[in-house]
């Protein structure tokens, strides 16, 4: 047993704070949350003063995999898939260093994400849990085709959706619009996909119980998106050949469907600012102020591992996405609930983390400061668990008790 102090504890419950708080974990779970010494008395207590403990971070949105180094033309790697293999282990700890404890990882080649979450879980590497999705499902030579997710027709879509799903899928992601990384496939504003095509991406995902991931720019793809009831949309960023064009009819359909949006705000906007524009970066975040106040259920994912145009997206800058939001408006308490609670559940794993509550995973960070006062204290960690396992820890006292 083990009792973590500090002097609050955000429990990841709306408005829920916890003056001198405390956390008692048992092994990879929480057994209670409460104030100071409410859990009683444990073998090992680490003391956290003038700390804030919160649930791990989660980004729902990830890719672990991509490489920056293809070729212009056929966005092919020369990399062999075991150096890939360990490039991707390598992106999984630094994602966790930032705090990030849980990652929704969608879309990589040949089910090296699955190995990864297998490793992770089996202690054979460092990162945060995974919620993969393997191949992205598109059209033959579409929005990221060389993943090896192609498919044309109905029956195409869920062959390829079964056979990611028997390899072990956690989720399914669909390719509903083009996208900007690919050259040949559609624009971000063209649909890859009708609706019934995209339903039936969803009612394969339905028999085993996952959810669906649309990469939706496109006006008539994010409608679409929302009438075959996909689980999330990513991007959501209304985009035209004119650029970002938000619809606040279509938006606010996206918000009366309940379904969670993950706009994929990042902390590269300055970069953005040089390569495209002042005026094309505040349509996009406009657009991303505009859905909050239509009510649109949005959580944080950040397209960690991107590079393109000359705009790079790390996967340790989590924080630096975060950020973004409170600059366009968002409360600090709004933006850690949409990095925790909310994200778990549009990720499909709120029942094990998220929250900081008995019988979930010991997902938690600690940190230096308050966030809710001064978001960039997420930023100064001196502990990170996953599954109570410590990846992180500097700065801690540690009390060792006569206690069992």
Not at 204 to 228: D, F, L, Q
Not at 256 to 285: F, K, N
Request: charged share 20%.
């Amino acid at each position: 047993m083990r009792i973590i102090r500090a002097a609050k504890v955000l429990t990841g419950r709306p408005g829920e704070v916890i003056e001198e708080g405390e956390v008692l974990i048992d092994g990879p779970k929480i057994v209670s949350v409460g104030p100071r010494g409410s859990a009683g008395e444990a073998a090992e207590i680490v003391e956290l003063p003038g700390h804030t403990v919160l649930p791990g971070l989660i980004d729902a949105h990830v890719h672990l995999g991509f490489d920056g180094r293809v070729d212009p033309v056929t966005r092919r790697s020369a990399e062999s898939e075991r150096h890939l293999l360990l490039r991707m282990a390598e992106n999984a700890r630094k994602l966790v260093s930032a705090g990030v404890t849980t990652a929704r990882d969608l879309g990589g080649r040949s089910f090296l994400d699955l190995e990864l979450r297998d490793a992770i879980e089996e202690g054979l590497a460092v990162g945060p849990h995974l919620v993969v999705a393997t191949r992205p499902i598109t059209i033959t030579g579409g929005h990221c085709w060389y993943m090896g997710g192609e498919a044309d027709d109905e029956p195409g879509i869920r062959r390829v959706a079964r056979e990611n799903l028997r390899a072990g899928a956690d989720c399914l992601k669909v390719m509903a619009s083009g996208g900007l990384m690919t050259p040949g496939a559609p624009p971000s504003w063209v649909p890859q996909y009708s609706t019934e095509q995209l339903r039936a991406v969803v009612e394969e995902a339905a028999t085993r119980g996952k959810g669906v991931a649309a990469h939706a720019h496109a006006h008539a793809a994010i409608r679409s998106s929302i009438e075959a009831g996909v689980t999330t949309i990513e991007h959501c960023t209304f985009f035209t050949p004119a650029g970002h064009r938000y619809d606040a009819e279509l938006a606010d359909k996206v918000a009366a469907s309940g379904t969670y949006v993950c706009p994929t705000v990042h902390g590269s906007v300055d970069r953005i600012r040089e390569v495209h524009g002042t005026e094309m970066l505040e349509q996009w975040l406009n657009g991303v102020a505009a859905m909050r106040a239509a009510g649109v259920r949005l959580i944080a994912g950040t397209d960690a591992g991107f590079a393109v145009a000359g705009i790079a997206n790390p996967v340790d800058a989590f924080v630096a996405g975060l950020e973004v939001f409170a600059q366009i408006g968002f409360g600090n308490a709004e933006i850690i609930e949409m990095a925790t609670v909310l994200a778990a559940d549009a990720c499909g794993v709120g029942d094990v983390t998220g929250t900081l509550e008995a019988g979930k995973r010991a997902d938690l960070i600690a940190v230096a400061g308050d966030p809710l006062a001064w978001l960039a204290d997420l930023r100064d960690l001196a502990l990170v668990l996953v599954s109570g396992r410590s990846v992180t820890q500097t700065g801690v006292d540690t009390v060792t008790s006569s206690v069992g």
